[in-house]
């Protein structure tokens, strides 16, 4: 028996059928439908226990319960080239279909205007979801060193352990070396915030470079004046160190003032969150909205409040202009900072 070829007509029928059966299956899943069931991973640069790690961990439940669909939220731990392995992995590897999200070092962020190698991942491309906090970092010299102040730091040594090539310590101290003069040696081997901070304590060094929040988990050092706080970093000084002079304060040009402002964008950086770039636009609208509620949410805030964690929401949408900002910084005072600060290859 002969079979039949189906007409050109019938089969412009049963594709244009199929075509608009696909379109209406894809328009039917929703955010909600897509992380229904699923796992979030939030990529977490740093080490377990530090300060960036407390704040990976306190945002998950509560991403979870604001994000549509409720998915699982898991934190994995991947540490390396001060941040560098984790934000490479987000960039290249990592899924783009919105399950998986990074957190990462605010220095970091700029590496590539500073000319260090950053294996081509371009942070500017990344879907921002916003910060948690507004950071304050401070130079803090252990009680038995001769830095008592920071006028001191242009007159004495002061060894603080460093944390990798790219980390904050690095870039930071090593700018401020170069810009101002003082006199900061960075020894550098040690695994992240926490073993730097016992460093000091055992005496292998006497300085570090810790956040406001890592310093209150040693409510001893500050009462019993075990460290001399010596300079803050944000640009508008904190209110809790009111007393504790700005590194920009310490600046004897408008150049250096210039150089500085560019180093320190940090006051509304912070905690960065962000998802890889390629994440489909309603999926990110949705973690970003997520995001900003989970900061805002009352349970969150007295968790936080509890393990003496600030909590300051920036924006995913401010977030991208101070990057974009900085990244718009004019070439000479970039120029300045390279020339000062350790390549990171």
């Given at each position: 028996?002969?079979?039949?070829?189906p007409?050109?007509?019938?089969?412009?029928?049963?594709?244009?059928?199929?075509?608009?059966?696909?379109?209406?299956?894809?328009?039917?899943?929703?955010?909600?439908?897509?992380?229904?069931?699923?796992t979030?991973?939030?990529?977490?640069?740093?080490?377990?226990?530090?300060?960036?790690?407390?704040?990976?961990?306190?945002?998950?439940?509560?991403?979870?319960?604001?994000?549509?669909?409720?998915?699982?939220?898991?934190?994995?731990?991947?540490?390396g080239?001060?941040?560098?392995?984790?934000?490479?992995?987000?960039?290249?590897?990592?899924?783009k279909?919105?399950?998986?999200?990074?957190?990462?070092?605010?220095?970091?962020?700029?590496e590539?205007?500073?000319?260090?190698?950053?294996?081509?991942?371009?942070?500017?491309?990344?879907?921002?979801?916003?910060?948690?906090?507004?950071?304050?970092?401070l130079?803090?010299?252990?009680?038995?060193?001769p830095?008592?102040?920071?006028?001191?730091?242009?007159?004495?040594?002061?060894?603080?352990?460093?944390?990798?090539?790219?980390?904050?310590?690095?870039?930071?101290?090593?700018?401020?070396?170069?810009?101002?003069?003082?006199?900061?040696?960075?020894i550098?081997?040690?695994?992240?915030?926490?073993?730097a901070?016992?460093?000091?304590?055992?005496?292998?060094?006497?300085?570090?470079?810790?956040t406001?929040?890592t310093?209150?988990?040693?409510?001893?050092?500050l009462?019993?004046h075990?460290?001399?706080i010596?300079?803050?970093?944000?640009?508008?000084?904190?209110?809790?160190?009111?007393?504790?002079?700005?590194?920009?304060s310490?600046?004897?040009?408008?150049?250096q003032?210039?150089?500085?402002?560019?180093l320190?964008?940090?006051?509304?950086?912070?905690?960065?969150?962000?998802?890889?770039?390629?994440?489909?636009?309603?999926?990110?609208?949705?973690?970003?909205d997520?995001?900003?509620?989970?900061?805002?949410?009352?349970?969150?805030?007295?968790?936080?409040?509890?393990g003496?964690?600030?909590?300051?929401?920036?924006?995913?949408?401010?977030?991208?202009?101070?990057?974009?900002?900085?990244?718009?910084?004019?070439?000479?005072?970039?120029?300045d900072?390279?020339?000062?600060?350790?390549?990171?290859?």
């Amino acid at each position: 028996m002969k079979v039949r070829s189906p007409s050109l007509p019938c089969l412009q029928l049963f594709s244009a059928v199929a075509i608009l059966f696909g379109l209406q299956n894809a328009r039917a899943q929703t955010v909600e439908d897509f992380y229904k069931g699923k796992t979030i991973t939030i990529v977490e640069f740093s080490v377990a226990g530090g300060p960036y790690d407390i704040y990976a961990r306190l945002l998950a439940p509560f991403l979870s319960k604001h994000l549509p669909g409720h998915p699982t939220v898991v934190v994995n731990l991947m540490p390396g080239a001060g941040g560098l392995k984790a934000a490479r992995y987000l960039y290249e590897a990592a899924p783009k279909d919105g399950t998986t999200i990074g957190e990462l070092s605010q220095t970091l962020i700029f590496e590539p205007l500073l000319g260090n190698t950053t294996g081509n991942v371009a942070y500017q491309k990344f879907g921002w979801l916003g910060s948690m906090s507004q950071s304050t970092a401070l130079i803090v010299a252990w009680k038995t060193s001769p830095v008592k102040k920071a006028q001191d730091l242009f007159d004495h040594d002061l060894m603080i352990a460093g944390t990798g090539a790219g980390s904050e310590t690095t870039v930071v101290l090593s700018a401020l070396n170069g810009i101002l003069g003082t006199r900061m040696k960075i020894i550098q081997g040690y695994a992240g915030s926490p073993a730097a901070m016992v460093a000091m304590e055992q005496g292998e060094v006497d300085g570090a470079f810790p956040t406001s929040d890592t310093l209150t988990l040693h409510p001893d050092w500050l009462n019993d004046h075990k460290v001399n706080i010596l300079i803050q970093t944000r640009q508008i000084p904190d209110p809790a160190f009111a007393q504790v002079p700005t590194a920009i304060s310490l600046a004897k040009t408008d150049r250096q003032r210039q150089d500085l402002q560019f180093l320190f964008p940090r006051d509304t950086i912070g905690r960065p969150f962000m998802a890889p770039p390629g994440v489909p636009a309603d999926r990110l609208k949705a973690l970003q909205d997520a995001f900003a509620a989970a900061v805002q949410d009352p349970e969150l805030i007295a968790l936080a409040k509890q393990g003496k964690n600030r909590i300051e929401l920036t924006r995913g949408e401010d977030l991208a202009k101070v990057i974009k900002d900085e990244y718009a910084t004019p070439a000479n005072i970039v120029a300045d900072v390279r020339a000062v600060i350790p390549k990171s290859d």
